[in-house]
């Protein structure tokens, strides 16, 4: 790879050869689907094509633009890889509930290898955005609604997606997504307004950012909502004070699909030509699918509406891109290393590892699981239980349907020979037909146990798939009740790219398995958690409503100057209740059960008075007094009790995940930096005030050893 003073020397003398119309070309993004673009190519007129996988035709692209153009510049291929280019992963609100932080690089890592290998270096991912509305369809792309938890899990991702890859000579890079807020899009509508106050999208939404930029990230993409009445994509407040100038960001801005001609939709722009002016001189630098940069940059320099130098800077950072991946040395695929690089054994393996730390375990009364090895019989039913297409998720890049494990194929390829499965459909996802209801039921009747495998198709979340309800759709609770009323043992496993609102479910069956949208090896990970085989440790990363009307639910909210009432919602006294449902969530962020049975003990603070400045040191000892090894996450959490500033009722600080025998008790440490318990005032400044914290060190947002310290000045 060139040194960057070499990439610098190469890049300063391609700009002075580069006439303006081919300058500006460099910073135009085409989606390969729409039309035939071999006489751009060849004009050296498109920087970055999209939506092209196969190899061969990336070839015969790269043939033009470095053969038949000009100057040769090749063109840099990106996808949305958000999951797995090929071996299909866990969606990413899935993975991230493994909180195993090395897993997620390791599976960025592959999807990376398999990209590069197929000949896209620019991979749209890792998604940063917080969330905390389950409506919103893009949930499933990001890592839950947590700023601590998404901000580690951020730099894992960026990591595995930027890498060297010596089979290819070149490198990946990776795309932070979506800048920013889009996660706040208000009625958890897709593309909708953002208003919000710069406190909370400094303190909530843009720390992911921020650890992605330190971590080397070279692309930001700018989000289609507006902010405060601006959007992102023509907002430089946004884009050169806060990422560029405050957050240092040098790489690329490239705006998200037609995002500049929407300016014109928002009303921000008359027209396309002040659309373009707007989006440029707010410092995005590409332009997405619209066209624009293409039709009005080169008229809006020779107008002098905009400058030929800051055409030259944003065609810089793309030029030095390319040079620092290898692509100039490297355009070209090598087609038979093309077709052996993906779903390798060990990636294959890497699925299942990551399906099976994914799942989480969130009810299991009377410890009806596991089923164990010797179960007799077992009742299969529901639209997911041998399904190939929904368990892919949203954006599955180039996932097949035929390469899924099914849960059925799962369960046949892990039970005894003296076991029998009965496998009945019941309904399908979506439509209110009950035909086969009935033959669920009698299934349910003649087996020990029915595992009811129900939830949401892929397209059910992703971009541009809201949903108004959180309920299962269809048929689907009307099946689980009936199968529930057999008194048959029922487990319930729900695919979904979203937390669900599943109140019955929760009070009526025995166990629930949450294994979200698990990928290419989701029925075999299901099966060996249903068996016996691998003990769940996945918790949640996101909050479960009661019901659609809770949200926006999340754990880390305020105290209101009345705060809930834990007790009978018949109490009189003004409270901030409903009327009608607890104001509790179903689940609470951090919640996961395990076949284990962890215990939490001596919880010590090393240090009760600690100065600004310094770190305070805790301990907890967790000890595993169940019959079943397992791994728990240990979660710290703390509370501002009194600030300058109203701060929230918790705070994750800090997790790790171990390892514990039957039997074995470990000694958790924590070393908490007091600057990590600030905040911005509202002049936008970052302090760290003297006080009592609270601390809490459990199992979850709700639970855990309770302790406090006081920080002195």
Known sequence: MLSESEIKIKVE??????????????????????????????????GVAACVMDPEEINRIQRLTVEESRLGIPVLVGNDVIHGYRTIFPIPLAEACSWDITLMEKTAAVAADESAANGTMLIYAPMLDIARDA?????????????????????????????????TGTATIACAK??????????????????????????????????????????????????????????????????????????????????????????????????????????????????????????????????????????????????????????????????????KKENI?????????????????????????????????????????????????????????????????????????????????EDRLSENIDEAVEAAKCCQVAVVVVGESAEMSGEFHCRSSLELPGMQEELIKAVCATGTPVV?????GRPLSIPWVEANVQAILEAWHPGIQGGNAIADILLGYTNPSAKLVVTFPRDVGQIPIYYNHKNTGK????????????????????????????????????????????????????????SADVANYGDTDGDEIVQLYVQDINASMTRPVKELKGFKKISLKSGEKKTVEFELPIKQLGFYNNKM??????????????WDSAQGLEGSFEVIS
């Open 563 to 618: 705060p809930p009432f834990e007790g009978s919602l018949e109490k009189k006294a003004p409270v901030s209740n409903y009327l009608d449902l607890h104001h509790t969530p179903l689940y609470p962020f951090g919640y996961g059960l395990s076949y284990s049975n962890f215990k939490y003990e001596n919880l010590n603070i090393r240090d009760r008075k600690v100065k600004l400045g310094e770190r305070v040191m805790l």
């Open 492 to 496: 319930v496993v729900l695919m979904n």
């Open 178 to 343: 979506h800048f920013i807020a889009y996660g706040a899009a208000e009625g958890g509508r897709d593309y909708n307004s953002v208003d919000m106050s710069e406190k909370t999208l400094r303190e909530v939404y843009l720390p992911p950012f921020k650890v992605a930029v330190d971590t080397g990230v070279e692309t930001v993409m700018t989000s289609f909502n507006d902010f405060n009445g601006l959007p992102v994509t023509a907002n430089k407040f946004l884009i050169q004070d806060i990422l560029r100038n405050e957050l240092g960001f040098d790489g690329v801005v490239v705006s998200d699909y037609d995002a500049i001609h929407e300016l014109v939709i928002h009303g921000v722009a008359e027209d396309s030509g002040e659309a373009c002016r707007k989006a440029f001189e707010a410092g995005t630098d590409m332009d997405m699918n619209a066209g624009i940069y293409t039709e009005y940059l080169s008229e809006l320099v020779k107008k002098g509406k905009t400058s030929e130098k800051m055409i030259d800077d944003s065609v810089r950072r793309v030029l030095v891109l390319k040079y620092k991946i290898g692509l100039f040395d490297h355009p070209y695929i090598n087609i038979e290393k093309a077709r052996t690089a993906v779903l």
């Open 685 to 698: 400044k970052y302090l760290t005030e003297p006080g009592i914290f609270h601390v809490w060190i459990g």
């Open 349 to 429: 393996d890497l699925a299942l590892d990551a399906a099976r730390k994914s799942i989480v375990l969130l009810k299991n009364n009377n410890k009806l699981l596991p089923l164990g090895k010797d179960i007799e019989s077992i009742a299969l039913i529901g639209p997911l239980a041998d399904n190939r297409q929904e368990p892919l998720g949203c954006w599955a890049c180039d996932g097949k349907p035929d390469e899924v494990v099914t849960v059925l194929q799962g369960l046949y390829s892990r039970i005894q020979e003296n076991t029998s499965i009965m496998y009945v459909k019941g309904c399908n996802i």
């Open 13 to 46: 003398k391609l700009l002075l050869k580069m006439s303006l119309e081919e300058k500006i070309g460099q910073l135009v993004y085409i989606d390969t689907r729409n039309k035939n673009y071999d006489e751009e190519y060849k004009a050296g007129k498109i």
């Open 135 to 167: 409506r919103w369809g893009r949930i499933a792309e990001g890592a839950g609604e947590d700023t601590f938890l998404g901000s580690v899990i951020a730099r894992a991702r960026v990591k595995g997606f930027q890498r060297y890859h010596e089979e």
